[in-house]
């Protein structure tokens, strides 16, 4: 069965740091570029970050630029969402996506990725 399993996320304060983990079952994860996205109540789903097959390009939205990280995990199939000085606006669903492209042109339509994780809420709040 194909599918991506995501962890982490939860509650923090402004400020504080949490760490998305992206895993893939039924294929193998390295050999897709990875995207990640967020969706909060009432708004479309926006693009965050995404990360080349061959791991030479990274890409990250504006809003995040500087705090958030994304990167390839030391296990397997594995990609990592790092983010640091979260905000309450960072508060969101957080998705992770597989595909072949990450640009910024690519990130801004998720619709075109083929590969999704379940979602897992992230909420910065004190």
């Known amino acids: 069965q194909v599918q991506l399993v995501q962890s982490g996320g939860g509650l923090v304060q402004p400020g504080g740091h949490l760490t998305l983990t992206c895993a893939s079952s039924?294929?193998?994860?390295?050999?897709?570029?990875v995207g990640w996205f967020r969706q909060a109540p009432g708004k479309e789903r926006e693009g965050v970050s995404c990360?080349?097959?061959?791991?030479?390009?990274?890409v990250y939205a504006h809003s995040v630029k500087g705090r958030f990280t994304i990167s390839r995990g030391t296990v397997k199939n594995t990609v990592y969402l790092q983010m640091n000085s979260l905000k309450p606006e960072d508060t969101a669903v957080y998705y992770c996506?597989?595909?072949?492209?990450?640009?910024?042109?690519?990130?801004?339509?998720?619709?075109?990725?083929?590969?999704w994780g379940q979602g897992t809420q992230v909420t910065v709040s004190s």
């Open positions: 996506a597989a595909d072949v492209v990450c640009s910024n042109w690519y990130l801004q339509r998720p619709h075109l990725y083929d590969y």
């Open positions: 039924g294929f193998a994860l390295d050999d897709y570029a």
């Open positions: 990360l080349s097959e061959n791991n030479d390009n990274t």
